[in-house]
């Protein structure tokens, strides 16, 4: 398995546009996360699936995120419209089993000037 | 917020000396684990230990759990260059019962391994 797997691997955009940041998570895992990591902040969860629905969104900081998983091997995170204090790297990591932990991605740098 | 707080914020040692990481935390937990972060890169799992267990190994990790002072430790034992990264505790706070799935993180420790 290739593990999880995100895209894109950075990204520079400007304040107001639309971000959409996309993982794959590994085949079988039926958990999905997304993270935020900052310096002031450190990790955050913004959101996690189970079975492709959502159970707990209550880490996304406003109603300009959004996150959608249409299916087991596909996930949305969406800004819209984006702000510079969005400025992190976003994670997404996906789980099988709780005895084992998370599989993370390689995370997307965001940048927005 | 945070649930997890490790000490110290920066290690920083020779190759071949151990390296201990320490972590707190508030609410009861299901199980505990181990993270590691090389820059530039997601993070990574090491270990995990559960609240029925007091001290796990696995190659030259060693994790301590106590959870009558909500704590843990991790020892790296035998150092080596390579294992300079950022190393995050992170918590799963279900309860004996089972876990949650949801780790809460906490913001890590530098370790630096000089050569």
């Known amino acids: 398995d290739a593990g999880v797997i995100q895209s894109p691997r950075h990204e520079v955009t400007e304040m107001g546009q639309e971000v959409t940041l996309r993982c794959k998570p590994i085949?079988?895992?039926?958990?999905l996360f997304w993270y935020r990591q900052t310096m002031m902040r450190g990790l955050e969860l913004l959101i996690y699936?189970?079975?492709?629905?959502?159970?707990?969104d209550s880490g996304m900081p406003e109603d300009r995120f959004s996150a959608k998983m249409p299916n087991a091997s596909f996930s949305t995170l969406k800004i819209q419209p984006s702000e510079p204090r969005d400025s992190a790297v976003y994670f997404c990591?996906?789980?099988?089993?709780?005895?084992?932990?998370?599989?993370f991605g390689s995370g997307t740098r965001l940048t927005v000037v | 917020s945070q649930q997890g707080e490790e000490d110290p914020q920066a290690l920083s040692i020779q190759e071949g000396e151990n390296a201990t990481m320490n972590c707190s935390y508030k609410t009861s937990i299901n199980n505990l684990q181990w993270y590691r972060q090389n820059s530039g890169r997601g993070l990574v799992h090491l270990i995990l230990i559960r609240s029925n267990e007091r001290e796990k190994h696995s190659g030259r990790l060693r994790v301590t759990l106590d959870t009558s002072k909500k704590s843990s430790s991790l020892l790296i034992t035998a150092s080596r260059a390579a294992d300079t990264a950022s190393y995050f505790c992170?918590?799963?706070?279900?309860?004996?019962?089972?876990?949650?799935?949801?780790?809460?993180f906490g913001k890590g420790t530098l370790l630096t391994v000089n050569p």
């Open positions: 990591a996906s789980s099988g089993d709780s005895n084992y932990g998370y599989t």
């Open positions: 992170a918590t799963d706070q279900g309860n004996s019962g089972g876990s949650n799935y949801k780790l809460t």
């Open positions: 699936f189970n079975n492709n629905v959502p159970i707990d």
């Open positions: 085949s079988g895992h039926d958990y």
